[in-house]
């Protein structure tokens, strides 16, 4: 061998030995990777709408205005519980000391000066009107009862639905939530009686959550 042939072959040795040690070296990291599983496989938390795909909500609220006229304002959230949905109302500027019939109704619009834009009772299984503890099939999904002012005139309300929900064909967001002036009697057909309409929001997702 001259020297130049010793040296080309110094030289490969050289260049040759660190990368072959190098990937060595890196078939071991290749193994804990490949046995840590994908990190991210936890369901997304609920939002409203990302993307166009359409993602289960885990609460809604509407924000009650009053009719004209009158003075009744409000929120009521509605929660997605392993048992159906929880409704919390805090209702202001309701005349002290009375009931008033309390209802999801079928359509959100609570443009009339009188709220009767909002239509009757949210029904989508076609029941008779009722108490909200009755049966499924013995009121209209949307029947929440009354709620009762104190001597200040707010109303607290709470109640887990098992008729409501928050997703799909019978979801009530997009819907409107009505206080009415008297009691729901929640007997007389179509609507208890619950008489003029105090207070109306529609029931909407709110963004970033
Ligand atoms: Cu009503
Ligand atoms: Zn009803």
């Not at 072959?9 to 071991?28: D, G, K, N, S």
């Not at 290749?30 to 909500?57: F, L, R, W």
């Not at 359509?107 to 909200?132: E, L, R």
């Amino acid at each position: 061998m001259n020297k130049l042939s010793i040296t080309l072959i110094t030289l490969i040795a050289l260049v040759t030995l660190p990368l072959a040690a190098c990937q060595e070296r890196e078939v071991p990291q290749v193994q804990p990777q490949a046995s840590t599983p994908a990190v991210q496989t936890q369901p997304a938390p609920a939002t409203g709408n990302a993307g166009g795909t359409e993602i289960a909500p885990q609460q809604a609220i509407a924000r009650l205005a009053p009719t004209q006229g009158n003075e009744t304002t409000g929120t009521v959230t509605f929660t997605r519980q392993a048992d159906g949905v929880e409704v919390v109302a805090e209702i202001q500027g309701l005349p002290p000391g009375g009931r008033h019939g309390f209802h999801v109704h079928e359509t959100g619009d609570c443009s009339a000066p009188d709220a009767t834009s909002a239509g009757g009772h949210f029904n989508p299984q076609g029941t008779p009107h009722g108490a909200p503890d009755n049966p499924l099939d013995q009121r209209h999904a949307g029947d929440l009862g009354n709620i009762e002012a104190g001597p200040d005139g707010t109303a607290q309300y709470r109640r887990v639905d098992p008729g409501l929900q928050l997703d799909g064909p019978q979801s009530i967001v997009g819907k409107a939530v009505l206080v009415h002036a008297n009691p729901d009697d929640f007997t007389s057909q179509p609507a208890g009686e619950a008489g003029a309409r105090l207070a109306c929001g529609v029931i909407e997702v709110e963004q970033g959550q």
